[in-house]
């Protein structure tokens, strides 16, 4: 089976031959460069796109003179030389797929294992994944969600650096590659998700200022870079872009689902805006099988999340940072930064987190001054949000790349992650957490020697509000991103796994989301508006009560204190499915399962 998404911009495969097309709205002329010599002038058209259709055939290198400049296709399917070199044209129907009968998991299933290719395997790429499916599949993870893949420049990065949406990185593979390990995961009943980034393009081999400038808006600003203008006169052909962008993962490469990471740094005023769009288009392109979209939004803005029909209308889920950013304090005890708005009732915010689905809901928040933030999301079903312990911002963001394994008493680490993994909220890991690594994840990138120094002093900028860092010495020691010392460091150490205490870990971690599975998958389905409920029964304990889809009650009893706290009698304990610790003890968390009366069951 040959699966291709018909791309309205760059190389096109014909019956006559290459389509190529551009927006460049302010150019005066375009060629076509094919090859290192061929140079053949393009169609001038209406709204400032230029197209030629020509023989050339797959594989062809081909770039865009642009009033007599040469530039990569914004929308290249392949960069062979990365990000300053030419494009490569690609024909996706060669690859004939063979997981014919894949249509998805259903979103209740889900447990998310969040990786990075460069750093996950020995090789680092699509075809070195491949060789650790087994162990996600048999760990009881359900989907892998990579970290983004587009273009980036040098050879290594997080991915959030991308410049060419369209392109599978060069450093991980080709193309083809990245479908073998979609079709990999597929094989192994995975469903695999892609992490994009249409908040920003990354600072070098970004070509489209000097190509459409259009596309940015000087009235915004990114932390990373220029806003995209989409909701300006021009704007039609930028919003395109990044509709067919969802589309084109989804269908040409068959990925289950998206991650859109930090929507909270897009600005667009139109009606609907684009994020909307996005998902709107998406729902109703693909109807055969189970997509899931999940976004990164800060705002906390649930309108994105409202149900139909029992599913998201447009989005999934949200990554629920508040309860990261809760059990972080609860664990590990830090209040610096943003930890901070989470430290002055620590047991009520985790109570509303897993009981409302945020904790901030239009309350002013002290780390962004005062501002409201958040809207209410109590009617949500605890499956329109993600739950982690770790993931790569948060692993990545602390100064040495530190995992939480290594900074946290094991008892409290222990409750923390059973939450995370029994709670009706969708889980993610992060790659090694299982096992409880002891590789750090430190951010690196790998620019062009004039971004390298910028890079490595913003790196200490930020951190120089930290009582540990006040001087040049202390300074120093923060690792350097653009070092490649530091990319290494970050890899996966599987050899761990031979070793008592990880292994320990990972027999954990499998039980967890065995009972999972068992116990609370089978009765997410239909959980009713407005399903949860908490007591507070001390400064950081708390009992969580959820109503679940098939009318039975799960109970959380967690303490986080050093003391033991007394379960209260009026508490509808049932059947305990797991337990960290005794029930009520320090650093503990325990859940019950209530089993539905023959009136609920019938309801």
Request: a negative charge; proline letters at 7%; aromatic letters at 12%.
């Amino acid at each position: 089976m040959r699966r291709i998404h018909e791309l309205p911009f760059g190389a096109e495969l014909t019956a006559g031959g290459v389509r190529f097309r551009l927006w460049a709205p302010r150019a005066n002329t375009v060629s076509l460069q094919l090859g290192a010599e061929s140079q053949i002038p393009m169609d001038s058209q209406p709204g400032g796109w230029f197209s030629l259709t020509t023989v050339a055939g797959p594989g062809a290198h081909y770039r865009y003179l642009v009033d007599g400049q040469a530039f990569p296709d914004p929308a290249s399917r392949h960069q062979p030389e990365g990000v300053h070199g030419p494009s490569e044209v690609v024909d996706p129907a060669v690859y004939d797929w063979t997981d014919l009968g894949w249509r998805g998991r259903p979103w209740e299933e889900t447990v998310l294992y969040e990786l990075h290719l460069g750093t996950f395997s020995d090789t680092g790429d699509f075809a070195g994944a491949i060789q650790h499916l087994d162990h996600i599949a048999e760990l009881g993870a359900t989907a892998v969600e990579l970290m983004p893949v587009a273009e980036f420049p040098g050879h290594r990065d997080w991915g959030y650096d991308g410049v060419f949406l369209y392109a599978p990185a060069s450093t991980y593979g080709r193309p083809d590659d990245l479908k073998r390990l979609v079709e990999a995961c597929h094989a192994r009943g995975l469903a695999i998700f892609l992490d994009v980034v249409y908040n920003h393009f990354g600072p070098e081999g970004n070509y489209l200022p000097a190509l459409a400038q259009d596309f940015f808006t000087g009235s915004h600003h990114t932390p990373w870079g220029a806003a995209i203008d989409f909701s300006g006169p021009h704007n039609r052909p930028v919003r395109d872009f990044f509709i067919n962008n969802a589309l084109y993962w989804l269908e040409e490469f068959h990925f289950d689902g998206l991650r859109f990471d930090a929507v909270h740094a897009i600005f667009d005023e139109s009606e609907p805006d684009i994020i909307s769009e996005i998902g709107q288009t998406i729902r109703r392109r693909i109807t055969d099988r189970e997509i899931h979209l999940v976004l990164e939004n800060d705002r906390n803005q649930a309108r994105y999340l409202q149900r139909t029909g029992g599913r998201g209308a447009g989005y999934d889920a949200q990554w629920n940072d508040d309860l990261h950013h809760i059990l972080h304090v609860l664990v590990t005890g830090d209040s610096s930064g943003y930890y901070a708005d989470y430290t002055a009732e620590p047991a009520k915010h985790l109570g509303r987190v897993l009981a409302e689905g945020l904790a901030y809901q239009g309350e002013p928040s002290p780390f962004r001054g005062g501002r409201p933030r958040g809207e209410p999301s109590g009617e949500l079903p605890a499956t329109a949000f993600v739950g982690f312990l770790q993931n790569h911002d948060q692993v990545g963001n602390h100064p040495f790349g530190t995992r939480i394994a290594a900074r946290a008493e094991d008892a409290a680490l222990h409750a923390g992650i059973t939450i995370v993994l029994l709670s009706p909220q969708i889980p993610l890991l992060f790659m090694g957490e299982e096992w409880a690594s002891t590789r750090p994840f430190a951010f690196f990138c790998d620019f062009e020697p004039g971004l390298r120094d910028s890079v490595r002093e913003g790196r200490r900028r930020e951190f120089a509000h930290f009582p540990e860092f006040q001087d040049e010495t202390s300074h120093a020691r923060i690792p350097d991103p653009t070092a490649l010392s530091t990319f290494e460091k970050s890899r996966l150490d599987w050899a761990e796994l031979r070793e008592k205490a990880h292994s320990f870990w990972l027999a954990r971690y499998r039980r967890l989301l065995e009972i999972r599975a068992c116990e609370i998958v089978p009765r997410l389905t239909g959980m009713p508006d407005f399903a949860g409920s908490y007591q507070v029964l001390g400064p950081k304990a708390v009992s969580v009560e959820w109503r679940l889809g098939d009318g039975s009650g799960l109970l959380l009893l967690a303490n986080f204190s050093d003391e033991p706290v007394p379960v209260p009698g009026n508490l509808p304990l049932g059947r305990m499915v797991y337990s960290s610790a005794e029930p009520g003890a320090p650093r503990s968390a325990a859940f019950f399962l209530v089993e539905p009366t023959r009136n609920e069951v019938g309801s």
